[in-house]
């Protein structure tokens, strides 16, 4: 590559489940190119999505652009949309022919269709990064401009349609999920070093049905002595649940959302968790079994695919929310921790994580060859 910077531009946000991975991508970018160049790396996100809120510590200068995606039910917020999407074409036109970035990359949410089409149309090379075993609108209407697209999941193949190059990579995860400390996590979250932790988790905004089973389990019993919860409720529940369970149980540390996850992940012996892709994705890494509840409403049923594929593969349990009622998630990671199938599965995730590259390598190393290929051939 020639001494000047490598200049990226990464879009995707909303949620954690599009924001981590294009952390992960461009650290791991920023670790393989800074022996040799310059790397200039900037995020495209709205005010309203998690990356505003993490603009302190998101590590990369964060662009703002005001856009939003259509609701499925009629409201007059629809017909604001197409003039909001206009004016962040416009914008993203205009930082475009500022910055020059070499590449694009997209990974997901209604922030990345306006920075990629733009870039589609000046003729940058776009790169897509899929999580979900079924691909969101975004990825399946911007798949046809782009070089490279990176999936999560296998089976997001068959909805795809691109004359680019698809790789099956698995998600990536943040090399940071994997460095915390047992015992320095444990005494920071305030948890008995010497009880198995079962941590709650309904990704970065919370699961309202799995706090509310929870809850209804916590009601008909006391959870076990030997056992305590590290439980992520989300904003919108934290107050309610941090109410109850205060009366109910000692063995409870509550959280609304923690960026330090390496933390929470280190102090876990199991999770009770949605299956989004990259909350999947950090489970697997850190080797923790999981019992997954997915989330019956998302697009396509992704969160249902998503984790019947660790099912499948003998990596994870799951119950249907519709369930909840009948099913008591506690007793149920109770009797997996103490079953002989809990050290099965974490045998399955040793396995597959032994036999696979990281994904996070696989993508940032074959950006770095993209970049290089159409340096040298000028296009």
């Known amino acids: 590559m020639p001494a ?9 946000g909303g949620t954690g489940g599009h924001l981590f991975p294009a952390i992960a991508i461009a650290d791991r970018l920023t670790e393989l190119l800074k022996e040799r160049m310059k790397v200039d790396i900037i995020f495209v996100g709205t005010k309203r999505g998690l990356e505003y809120r993490m603009r302190d510590s998101l590590g990369y200068p964060l662009h703002l652009i005001n856009v939003r995606g259509l609701v499925r039910s009629f409201t007059l917020k629809n017909l604001v949309a197409p003039f909001l999407l206009a004016g962040a074409l416009v914008k993203s036109m205009l930082l475009l022919n500022r910055f020059s970035p070499d590449v694009v990359i997209g990974t997901g949410g209604y922030v990345s269709w306006p920075i990629i089409r733009a870039a589609a149309f000046k003729k940058i090379a776009v790169v897509l990064q899929e999580q979900n075993s079924f691909p969101g609108i975004t ?24 004359e680019g190059r698809i790789l099956v990579t698995g998600n990536p995860v943040r090399t940071s999920i994997l460095n915390g400390s047992r015992s320095e996590a444990r005494q920071l979250l305030g948890l ?12 970065s905004q919370g699961a309202h049905a799995i706090n509310n089973a929870v809850v209804r389990n916590l009601e008909k019993s006391s959870l076990s002595e030997n056992y305590q919860l590290l439980w992520q409720t989300g904003k919108r529940d934290y107050k309610e649940v941090a109410a109850f369970a205060g009366r109910k149980t000692p063995n409870c540390t509550l959280f609304p959302f923690a ?11 199991l999770a009770i968790a949605r299956a989004g892709a990259l909350t999947l994705a950090e489970l697997t890494a850190c080797g923790l079994p999981s019992i997954l509840i997915p989330y019956p409403h998302a697009a396509g049923d992704h969160q249902r695919k998503n984790a019947l594929d660790l099912v499948n ?7 249907e929310e519709k369930n909840l009622g009948t099913v008591d998630l506690l007793s149920e990671a109770v009797a997996l921790h103490r079953s002989e199938r809990f050290q ?4 399955a995730i040793a396995e597959e994580m032994q036999r696979r590259k990281p994904a996070v390598d696989v993508i940032a190393e074959d950006i770095v060859d993209l970049i290089c290929e159409m340096r040298k051939t000028g296009h």
């Open 192 to 203: 008995d070093p010497d009880k198995t932790t079962i941590l709650v988790l309904g990704g």
């Open 139 to 162: 990825t399946r209407r911007l798949a046809q401009y782009a070089k490279r697209i990176y999936l999560g999941f296998e089976k997001a193949q068959e909805h795809i349609r691109t």
């Open 344 to 347: 099965q599965i974490r045998h």
């Open 4 to 12: 000047d910077a490598a200049r990226i531009i990464f879009a995707g």
């Open 259 to 269: 960026e330090r996850m390496n933390l929470v992940y280190a102090a876990t012996d």
């Open 313 to 319: 593969r003998g990596m994870a349990l799951m119950f």
